[in-house]
């Protein structure tokens, strides 16, 4: 309730408590309704101002023995306030008041008769303060009309519907939110929640200490680029953002479209929490080395990496591993002691006073256990462990070689495997360029290295054969200083030991199955029976194609005297056509 210190109450005001007082039915709803105080009025410890439709209350509340002036939802359950006066002068017990003052119309907080604070500064005549149904507590000149100080103008820890976050040009007012210390300390912390505007939008920033922390993204959309689950349609609160940029005013500002207890609270730990207790903005800590959740990327301590985190848990330190330092200061932060703890090598955790002020942190060995749930949380260092770091190379590492050996080992048998396929192309094309080749009985067209063009495959002619051995003289018989007849290839066929006819100086070089399937063709060849012999396109299938199942050989025509050709086929200055009786022309033609 509040008195008017200048003269009589109203008659009516007490003739209306007096009667609801006794009759037992006095509505207290009645009393918090009055939204206004005027000259010389005051509001106690125990009073409230309530909005004209209701949806704002303005009063004294208490935390941790002190006693505050601020405003609130009225149908908040939390009764989180968007607006406190004295933030930085905590009144002692429940002794504050509030008062506009008779003479002056400046609006005060008072305790035991000696001024906290002058909420405003502009000294006039009679003046009125209104608690309007926006949650703005306006200060007006009741001759002029003229509004002499706002809430709005002077936002505290939360931006309201109608509310500017940005400046004013010329040296004007900015509109900024200012942190509490903690949850219980209505103080002012180390966050500022300011609006950074561009060309075509702006952004939220979140300042730590005057230092760009974390930014929203640009507003794009009716939302923002790094807290897209704002204005999401599932949920429960919608806002309509709106700026506005001129050379007077650069601000942002924003209204309700569905929901209920629409503001935007900046938290103790830099965070920003709506009505419905969505929490937006760096979880916890911003670490420097995230850049996914708007916070800003700042060079880390030497002895930090980007897996290094503080987790909170009911923990303790060993005494004998770790030592805790305490700094009492109770302008300090949670935020503050993180940044102790993170920026010195040898900490290994921290936490603060149970009012969230101060700070304790320990240095030494990162070694602790973990207690029940009565053991009072604090933020533990939490790293890789290096043994695991270390199995976790070596099971790279081991993969990385295994993956390698497997690629070399298929490259080199593909390599291997395509040689081959080459040689077989190569001997395939050799021996059919040989079978079709015009000098196949010409002694005389033979490279002077005997390769026909061809640098693996040495080519003789049918005509070079015959001069060699002196028209398979029985002198150049194996054996006997020659090439030897046939029935010696099929002598050794028949006992298993045809390999004995390879040249020792082929050593390795030569593939045993290779050159047994060559004998075997071979064989073919000089059957006695003519029609038993494949002809040259077969030869060929037989060589080059291993899968073809060759058939046994039968015994060779034996070759004793026959002369095969003129010895005059050898000279050089003859033709390349020969007959046995020089009157016709006989071409030889492989089979």
């Known amino acids: 309730m509040y008195t008017n210190k200048?003269?009589?109450?109203?008659?009516?005001?007490?003739?209306?408590?007096?009667?609801?007082?006794?009759?037992?039915?006095?509505?207290?709803?009645?009393?918090?309704?009055?939204?206004?105080?005027?000259?010389?009025?005051?509001?106690?410890?125990?009073?409230?101002?309530?909005?004209?439709?209701?949806?704002?209350?303005?009063?004294?509340?208490?935390?941790?023995?002190?006693?505050?002036?601020?405003?609130?939802?009225?149908?908040?359950?939390?009764?989180?306030?968007?607006?406190?006066?004295?933030?930085?002068?905590?009144?002692?017990?429940?002794?504050?008041?509030?008062?506009?003052?008779?003479?002056?119309?400046?609006?005060?907080?008072?305790?035991?008769?000696?001024?906290?604070?002058?909420?405003?500064?502009?000294?006039?005549?009679?003046?009125?303060a209104t608690l309007e149904d926006s949650g703005n507590f306006v200060l007006t000149d009741e001759t002029s009309k003229r509004t002499l100080w706002q809430s709005f103008d002077h936002p505290t820890n939360a931006l309201l519907p109608g509310m500017k976050l940005g400046s004013a040009g010329g040296g004007?007012?900015?509109w900024s939110l200012t942190s509490w210390l903690s949850e219980s300390v209505p103080a002012s912390?180390?966050?500022?929640?300011?609006?950074?505007?561009?060309q075509d939008s702006g952004q939220l920033v979140v300042l730590r200490r005057g230092e760009p922390y974390w930014t929203s993204g640009l507003l794009k959309d009716?939302?923002?680029?790094?807290?897209?689950?704002?204005?999401?349609?599932?949920?429960?609160?919608?806002?309509?953002?709106?700026?506005?940029?001129?050379?007077?005013?650069?601000y942002f500002t924003f209204s309700g479209l569905r929901g209920s207890l629409w503001m935007f609270l900046l938290r103790p730990d830099g965070g920003i929490e709506d009505g419905a207790n969505s929490v937006y903005g760096p979880s916890d800590f911003c670490y420097g080395y995230e850049s996914d959740n708007g916070c800003v990327a700042s060079e880390l301590p030497r002895c930090r990496s980007s897996k290094d985190s503080f987790v909170q848990k009911r923990a303790n330190f060993l005494p004998s591993i770790a030592r805790d330092d305490y700094d009492p200061n109770s302008t300090l932060t949670l935020s503050?002691?993180?940044?102790?703890?993170?920026?010195?090598?040898?900490?290994?955790?921290?936490?603060?006073?149970?009012?969230?002020?101060?700070?304790?942190?320990?240095?030494?060995?990162?070694?602790?256990?973990?207690?029940?749930?009565?053991?009072?949380?604090?933020?533990?260092?939490?790293?890789?462990?290096?043994?695991?770091?270390?199995?976790?190379?070596?099971?790279s590492v081991s993969i990385s070689l295994h993956v390698l050996i497997m690629?070399?080992?298929?490259?080199?048998?593909?390599?291997?495997?395509?040689?081959?396929?080459?040689?077989?192309?190569?001997?395939?094309?050799?021996?059919?360029?040989?079978?079709?080749?015009?000098?196949?009985?010409?002694?005389?067209?033979?490279?002077?290295?005997?390769?026909?063009?061809?640098?693996?495959?040495?080519?003789?002619?049918?005509?070079?054969?015959?001069?060699?051995t002196n028209n398979f003289s029985q002198e150049n018989q194996l054996g006997r200083g020659g090439f030897g007849p046939v029935y010696k290839a099929w002598e050794l066929w028949k006992e298993g030991i045809a390999l004995e006819l390879k040249d020792p100086l082929l050593g390795d070089?030569?593939?045993?199955?290779?050159?047994?399937?060559?004998?075997?063709?071979?064989?073919?060849?000089?059957?006695?029976?003519?029609?038993?012999?494949?002809?040259?396109?077969?030869?060929?299938?037989?060589?080059?194609?291993?899968?073809?199942?060759?058939?046994?050989?039968?015994?060779?025509?034996?070759?004793?005297?026959?002369?095969?050709?003129?010895?005059?086929?050898a000279d050089k200055s003859k033709s390349k056509h020969y007959s046995g009786n020089s009157l016709t022309i006989t071409t030889m033609e492989a089979r």
């Open 222 to 250: 009716q939302t923002f680029g790094s807290i897209p689950a704002l204005n999401s349609p599932f949920l429960e609160s919608h806002y309509n953002f709106s700026f506005v940029s001129t050379d007077s005013e650069k």
């Open 407 to 468: 690629g070399v080992f298929f490259y080199l048998r593909m390599r291997k495997q395509k040689l081959e396929d080459e040689e077989k192309r190569r001997w395939k094309e050799s021996l059919q360029e040989l079978i079709t080749s015009e000098s196949f009985d010409n002694a005389n067209d033979i490279e002077d290295d005997g390769t026909e063009g061809h640098p693996d495959l040495k080519m003789l002619s049918f005509a070079s054969i015959v001069e060699a």
């Open 336 to 395: 503050d002691c993180m940044e102790r703890c993170w920026s010195n090598c040898n900490c290994v955790g921290f936490a603060n006073n149970s009012n969230g002020t101060g700070c304790i942190i320990w240095v030494g060995k990162l070694e602790y256990h973990e207690d029940n749930v009565n053991t009072v949380p604090i933020y533990v260092l939490v790293r890789p462990s290096k043994r695991k770091t270390w199995i976790w190379i070596l099971i």
């Open 172 to 174: 004007g007012r900015n």
């Open 189 to 198: 912390g180390a966050f500022n929640l300011i609006w950074e505007p561009t």
């Open 509 to 569: 070089s030569c593939a045993a199955n290779q050159l047994l399937r060559i004998i075997h063709v071979a064989l073919l060849c000089v059957q006695e029976g003519a029609a038993d012999r494949p002809i040259m396109s077969d030869v060929v299938s037989m060589i080059s194609n291993e899968t073809t199942v060759l058939p046994a050989p039968r015994p060779p025509a034996f070759f004793t005297g026959r002369n095969v050709i003129s010895k005059a086929m």
């Open 6 to 128: 200048g003269g009589c109450l109203n008659l009516i005001f007490y003739l209306i408590i007096f009667t609801f007082f006794f009759c037992g039915e006095l509505d207290f709803a009645l009393v918090a309704g009055i939204s206004t105080l005027k000259s010389g009025d005051e509001l106690n410890s125990t009073d409230t101002l309530v909005s004209d439709g209701g949806n704002f209350t303005l009063g004294f509340f208490t935390l941790t023995d002190y006693s505050y002036l601020g405003i609130w939802y009225s149908n908040d359950v939390q009764a989180r306030k968007v607006w406190v006066a004295n933030a930085n002068s905590p009144i002692p017990e429940s002794s504050g008041v509030l008062t506009v003052d008779f003479g002056t119309g400046i609006l005060r907080i008072t305790s035991r008769g000696s001024t906290v604070l002058n909420i405003s500064d502009q000294s006039t005549g009679a003046a009125t």
